[in-house]
């Protein structure tokens, strides 16, 4: 839910914002997307603690919690609840704000899939930088050159 809802928020916004100004409908839509991110954000974080339950029954193993791939993705999480909180205060420019989002959003789907990932912790968060550094990128572009007319 998570990352349908960045990647429909983003598509959305770029759309949006081709008039410079949000009207009435243009904000409720936003709004329901942010929505839809913030369930996904809950499920993300409750399935990441049952994973946490689960490896303390012993189901899992204590090797889960060393592996390279569970703690990039467990600091994946982390930046994204600490940017959800900067954007909800507006601390952060929106623009980056929601670029990290959607990166993290979707590095957290990839390290969640990619289960047999044998690189190291660096290596991860390394691409993981780069990936969000082109999605930056692209987005910018995106919001330049592809924004929509009404």
Same mark, same amino acid.
């Given at each position: 839910?998570?990352?349908?809802?960045?990647?429909?928020?983003?598509?959305?916004?770029?759309?949006?914002?081709?008039?410079?100004?949000?009207?009435?409908?243009?904000?409720?839509?936003?709004?329901?997307?942010?929505g839809?991110?913030?369930?996904?954000?809950?499920?993300?974080?409750?399935?990441?603690?049952?994973?946490?339950?689960?490896?303390?029954?012993?189901?899992? #193993?204590?090797? &889960? +919690?060393?592996?390279?791939? /569970?703690?990039? !993705?467990?600091? @994946?999480?982390?930046?994204?609840?600490?940017?959800?909180?900067?954007?909800n205060?507006?601390?952060?420019?929106?623009?980056?704000?929601?670029?990290?989002?959607?990166?993290?959003?979707?590095?957290?789907m990839?390290?969640?899939?990619?289960?047999?990932?044998?690189?190291?912790?660096l290596?991860?968060?390394?691409?993981?930088?780069?990936? #969000?550094?082109? &999605? +930056?990128?692209?987005?910018? /572009?995106?919001r !330049?050159?592809? @924004?929509?007319?009404?």
């Amino acid at each position: 839910m998570g990352v349908g809802g960045a990647t429909f928020a983003e598509i959305f916004y770029t759309k949006f914002q081709s008039d410079k100004k949000v009207d009435l409908f243009e904000h409720e839509v936003l709004k329901i997307c942010v929505g839809v991110i913030r369930i996904g954000l809950v499920i993300l974080v409750f399935s990441g603690l049952g994973f946490l339950v689960l490896a303390r029954l012993a189901y899992l #193993g204590p090797d &889960v +919690f060393y592996s390279s791939r /569970f703690l990039a !993705k467990m600091t @994946v999480v982390v930046v994204l609840l600490f940017v959800a909180l900067l954007m909800n205060f507006r601390f952060i420019n929106l623009e980056l704000g929601s670029s990290i989002s959607t990166a993290s959003w979707y590095a957290a789907m990839i390290l969640g899939i990619w289960r047999n990932l044998n690189v190291s912790y660096l290596v991860i968060m390394l691409a993981y930088f780069i990936f #969000g550094f082109i &999605v +930056f990128l692209l987005l910018t /572009f995106a919001r !330049k050159h592809f @924004v929509l007319k009404k």
